[in-house]
């Protein structure tokens, strides 16, 4: 096991990082990649001096260890910018509140309205076209309104 080990050099270990990163796309949860990354490292060192097989397998447990807080670090930061626009992928929650003007008159609950350049079905009392409503519940593709 010693003399597999004292064969480890530079191209294992980039083999081997771009192996784990090859993995990381066939089975995605971002924890391969960091392990990959790791390894990739230890093999650009490897070029730099020529540590012994134990220093190497030393070198990826640190890189390794150290890529879970870089990884909180980045994934911290993406849902950070998430937070800056909370209704990303929710664009009907955002309508909640706001008033508009009926494209198409509300006949038996329902009708339309323009919102910018997307035309949504809305449901609510009757109501001739170009009259005023807000909008009070978002359900899927589908607006509730009450005249304003």
Do not use: C, Y
């Not at 080990?5 to 083999?15: K, R, V, Y």
């Not at 650009?44 to 870089?70: D, E, G, I, N, Y």
Request: aromatic share 12%; charged share 15%; net charge positive.
């Amino acid at each position: 096991m010693a003399e597999m080990f004292s064969t480890l050099g530079t191209w294992n270990w980039l083999i081997f990082g771009f192996i784990l990163m090859a993995l990381e796309l066939a089975a995605p949860g971002v924890f391969l990649f960091w392990l990959g990354l790791a390894a990739l490292v230890v093999g650009l060192l490897s070029f730099v001096f020529t540590p012994s097989w134990q220093m190497q397998l030393l070198m990826f447990a640190v890189f390794a260890a150290l890529a879970v807080p870089a990884w909180r670090h980045f994934a911290k930061g993406a849902t950070a910018a998430s937070k800056t626009n909370p209704f990303l992928n929710r664009r009907n929650e955002a309508l909640v509140g706001r008033e508009f003007t009926l494209e198409k008159p509300i006949v038996d609950g329902s009708g339309t309205v323009r919102i910018d350049d997307t035309i949504w079905r809305v449901a609510g009392p009757d109501a001739p076209a170009g009259s005023r409503v807000k909008v009070v519940r978002a359900d899927g593709a589908s607006l509730t309104v009450a005249a304003v």
